[in-house]
């Protein structure tokens, strides 16, 4: 269980992003410690440097298993680690906006894969793609690239 964050806001004609970065606990970890070290990383390391006002955009699994090839085991960690990140912010009285996985990743009309969607951020994010250059190991699932993806899809609605 990985958790891609960005932090970005629309300028006057474009999409500015400030920070970005993944949290990933040691996957040998059982699944309530790589949670609790999600929400504890996503508080001490992005949460406190931020300024309000403060809106999340998060992925929310859709009723649908489209999650490629993850097991049932997988999907079931994947929504308890989702609540608890909810919960969390939620009880910093930040507001946070679910979308769907079916809703933000389709291009053209189709959802779209998620090396497709990367390829597209690398393309349209000059310091994502400067980092992932000089790091090529920084996102190797893809969830930073996600994470700006679904915030740029937000930002443009």
């Not at 990933?24 to 309000?52: F, G, N, Y």
């Amino acid at each position: 269980t990985a958790t891609g964050w960005a932090i970005c806001h629309r300028s006057t004609n474009s999409f500015v992003v400030e920070r970005f970065g993944v949290i990933r606990p040691t996957a040998s970890w059982v699944a309530d410690r790589r949670i609790l070290t999600i929400i504890e990383r996503l508080h001490k390391e992005v949460l406190v440097r931020q300024t309000p006002p403060l809106r999340v955009i998060m992925e929310w699994q859709s009723h649908l298993r489209a999650a490629g090839n993850r097991n049932a085991n997988g999907l079931a960690v994947l929504g308890k680690a989702q609540g608890a990140v909810w919960w969390s912010l939620c009880e910093l009285g930040i507001k946070v906006e679910h979308v769907s996985e079916r809703e933000w990743t389709k291009i053209n009309g189709w959802p779209a894969k998620k090396v497709d969607r990367a390829k597209l951020i690398t393309l349209a994010c000059p310091e994502y793609r400067e980092a992932v250059e000089e790091n090529p190991n920084l996102d190797s699932g893809l969830d930073i690239a996600d994470a700006i993806g679904i915030a740029f899809w937000r930002l443009s609605r």
